[in-house]
């Protein structure tokens, strides 16, 4: 009777658009639950070699969409009942927002319209929402190349960072990791504008919020096509890769009623559904805690939320899938999620500006936590995770090696 039930609650198969670490906690937190997991990408990445997830490698949506669309359709017309989208990359987000009518037609999801999340990617567009929502935010420019660059950009407060204004565009073209580029004065930000603009590359100048990496808050929540929020997950980043501008690698679960309040505010003023995250920080030259960017996909550290009691991609299938879907509030309060090999590269960048010692870092890495990657029921992951490190040193030694030859 019990086995019934379950085949029967989990009957429509999951698929994962995009299998980096994003997409390999999602497929953890559904296969262990007995979800069959299907895993799409356009590449080998370290997702395709989970246990938990059947993978395939497709066309890349970008290379050409209508040939990524067609492998789609061909491979749900093999499946028994549509499958639950969960998207993990912003490639895919963007594969979404200009076929919504195919998703909507082979898939079942909680996804946002295509209008808004287009509006969320575009990095200035999402500056002018969160002021429409009157949420606090570091003063940001996009300048106009039709017009002098000097008179756009005075009155900014220095030093400022230049980000993409559209992400997937700077990723191909400027870089897939680094965030953006700190500027120290005019004549820097004017010369670096100008090469972007020779480049084609859409970005936004912003102040730089002054605090420290963990004043860097996160709220990531569910928000079901009635309006409910039946999730809301809060966490604070320990270390950044690169620092200051990066990825949490180190992170931590908090409870913070004002970043819970400021995350309803916002994703309510902008009418969100589906799994989203907002993340914050804390100026502290006038104590305001001002709003960094809006995601509007699976997050990173999703892992984190589901080892303190909040499984975001349960919550998402079930809704996907017309079930009961319980409103949870409460989640574990002090657990991290760590990613070991990219905690300790950021922490020689700290150590390098004297913002962190070898002792420091080990106390803040302590504690009960839930590491990347690396899970004992999933051991070829870990295999697969060495190997790749190990090649990564193998290259950079090489390269050392050559240039010293």
């Known amino acids: ?21 994003t997409g390999l906690a999602i ?45 789609l359709k061909n491979f749900c017309e093999t499946l028994n009942k549509k499958p639950v989208v969960f998207i993990a990359s912003d490639v895919y987000l963007m594969l979404y927002a200009h076929n919504q009518d195919f998703f909507d037609k082979y898939f079942l999801h909680n996804l946002p319209g295509k209008d808004l999340i287009l509006g969320i990617q575009d990095k200035y567009t999402q500056y002018k929402m969160a002021l429409n929502a009157n949420i606090n935010v570091p003063k940001t420019v ?8 000097k008179t756009q950009v005075e009155g900014l407060i220095y030093p400022v960072f230049i980000k993409a204004r559209d992400v997937n565009v700077w990723r191909v073209k400027v870089s897939g990791t680094k965030k953006g ?36 808050i996160k709220i990531s929540v569910f928000i079901d096509k009635q309006g409910n929020t ?10 950044q890769n ?21 995350g309803a505010k916002l994703f309510k003023a902008i009418n969100y559904r589906g799994v989203g995250s907002a993340e914050f920080k804390y100026d502290e030259r006038d104590g305001k805690t001002k709003l960094i960017e809006i995601n509007s996909r699976y997050w990173q550290q999703n892992s984190l939320a589901d080892f303190c009691g909040m499984n975001f991609p349960l919550t998402d299938y079930l809704c996907a899938t017309k079930q009961e879907v319980l409103k949870i509030e409460n989640f574990e309060i002090g657990k991290k999620y760590l990613n070991l090999f990219s905690s300790y590269q950021s922490f020689k960048q700290y150590k390098k500006v004297n913002e962190l010692t070898f002792k420091g870092w080990l106390k803040d890495i302590r504690g009960k ?22 090649l990564m040193k193998m290259v950079a ?4 090696f050559k240039g010293k030859s």
């Open 27 to 71: 497929g953890r937190s559904l296969g262990k639950l007995g979800v069959k997991v299907h895993g799409i990408s356009y590449s080998k990445e370290i997702g395709y070699y989970s246990k938990y997830i059947h993978a395939r490698v497709f066309t890349h949506p970008e290379q050409n969409n209508d040939q990524a669309i067609n492998e």
């Open 397 to 400: 030694f090489f390269k050392i």
């Open 242 to 262: 690169p620092i200051h501008f990066g990825i949490a690698v180190c992170a931590q679960s908090i409870k913070d009623e004002e970043l819970l309040l400021l």
């Open 142 to 149: 996009f300048t106009d190349v039709n017009k002098p660059i």
């Open 181 to 216: 580029f700190v500027i120290e004065n005019e004549e820097q930000l004017i010369e670096k504008l100008k090469f972007f603009n020779k480049q084609s590359v859409p970005v936004i100048v912003q102040e730089i919020i002054k605090s420290k990496d963990d004043k860097n």
């Open 1 to 21: 009777m019990q086995k019934s039930y379950m085949s029967n609650k989990y009957s429509h198969p999951a698929l994962v658009f995009g299998l980096s670490e």
């Open 230 to 239: 039946k999730l809301a997950f809060t966490l604070k980043k320990i270390h």
């Open 369 to 390: 936590k839930t590491i990347a990657f690396f899970n004992l029921d999933d051991s070829y992951i870990i295999y697969r995770t060495l190997r790749r490190v190990l």
